[in-house]
């Protein structure tokens, strides 16, 4: 009986290890790496997380394939094996796309089923070579006429990425997307029923608002990743989760987003410092790392408030004004997500983070769930 019996318990354990890699996760506890920033990988506190993103591999506009282009080639390829020297428990995956892709390509890549098919199929090799153990679509946005196409892409991914773990014997490649803070963004009906069925979770992008006068349409100061909606807008971390969970998504497919970034801006009147604002231009092309504005911060002695209403922070000094999140608004954030089932949490990107304050304030508060992190 035993020559039987060992085949079985063997392909047993490998069913295991693929329902447990597409099932679900105890925990994540994420971070995108950019590779434009030319933050070293081997300096990333790894132990912080239990999943890294690798951004980003480009679309290919002619033949539809997913690409890295040959630069970053050797640190992709190694960025795995870079990640787990401090952390061999984390999980890298492979980005696709961005804020900067061509939202073009996508649309005709999604549209037919060859092109479809060459971006599924390069990819997953591409994932496979390189040694990641996932894939993740930031596609910035697909509008309701797209909305079919993306969730025909993601079913077929999925399928896909199921068969090439049945037939390597390996577990199957995480899948995740990168997608707007809300169900409807701007009236666009994301595929929940896809996106719930195909993708391990979803990194939902509760970050980037920017607010305009209902009067001049100029713009004016404001939470620039609410956690709450103020009564002038219903633009909100919570209110994109809600709308997410009433669309049919599960909590636990749902992972909230924070930047490690602010908006910086200059204000009209030095003295109209708080929210709503009128403003008469950006500072530093409108944007500036968390590492900067404590730099600002402290150079420049700025008066700095937290706003618990919508869960935000903001400095002033002069006419400078910057929107962002300290500690306590990741801790405010991170206490919410667990607080409200979801999954965990990410932030873009690591760079950006000063000595790994914010995310070390982030972990702390998640704490470790289950076996996956210890720090």
């Not at 290890?17 to 105890?26: C, D, P, T, V």
């Not at 409807?184 to 980037?208: H, R």
């Not at 709503?276 to 404590?294: C, D, F, Q």
């Not at 008066?303 to 300290?326: L, P, R």
Request: aromatic share 12%; charged share 15%.
């Amino acid at each position: 009986m035993a020559p039987k019996i060992l085949p079985v318990l063997l392909s047993f354990t490998l069913l295991l290890l693929q329902l447990h890699s597409s099932a679900g996760q105890n925990a994540v506890k994420a971070a995108y790496w950019f590779s434009g920033s030319n933050f070293p990988v081997a300096d990333i506190d790894s132990i912080l997380f239990t999943h890294l993103f690798c951004a980003f591999a480009d679309l290919d506009s002619q033949n539809f394939q997913v690409t890295v282009s040959s630069e970053n080639q050797a640190i992709f390829s190694s960025f795995t094996r870079t990640v787990q020297q401090k952390n061999p428990a984390v999980k890298a995956l492979l980005s696709i796309g961005g804020g900067n892709a061509s939202k073009e390509s996508f649309a005709a890549m999604a549209s037919q089923a060859a092109s479809r098919k060459s971006f599924i199929d390069s990819s997953i090799n591409l994932a496979r070579s390189l040694n990641f153990h996932g894939l993740d679509i930031d596609w910035e946005y697909p509008d309701n006429a797209q909305m079919s196409d993306f969730g025909t892409l993601l079913t077929e991914w999925r399928s896909a990425v199921a068969a090439e773990a049945r037939s390597s014997g390996k577990p199957a490649l995480l899948l995740t997307a990168a997608v707007s803070y809300s169900a409807n963004y701007f009236g666009a009906i994301n595929p929940t029923s896809a996106i719930s069925n195909s993708l391990d979770w979803t990194n939902v992008m509760a970050y980037d608002f920017f607010y305009n006068d209902d009067r001049t349409g100029s713009r004016i100061t404001g939470p620039p990743a609410a956690l709450f909606s103020p009564d002038r807008s219903q633009v909100s971390g919570d209110s994109g989760i809600r709308a997410w969970i009433q669309s049919g998504l599960s909590p636990k497919k749902i992972v909230l987003g924070f930047p490690f970034f602010g908006h910086s801006l200059q204000l009209a009147n030095a003295n109209n410092h708080g929210f709503w604002a009128p403003t008469s231009g950006l500072v530093n092309g409108g944007v500036m790392s968390y590492k900067e504005i404590r730099q600002f911060i402290m150079s420049t002695n700025a008066t700095k408030v937290f706003n618990a209403t919508v869960v935000s922070d903001y400095c002033y000094k002069g006419t400078t004004w910057i929107g962002y999140d300290d500690t306590q608004s990741v801790n405010t954030k991170v206490k919410y997500a667990k607080d409200n089932g979801l999954l965990g949490y990410f932030a873009w990107q690591i760079s950006q983070d000063d000595n790994w304050i914010l995310s070390r304030e982030a972990s702390r508060t998640w704490g470790s769930i289950g076996t996956i992190f210890t720090e």
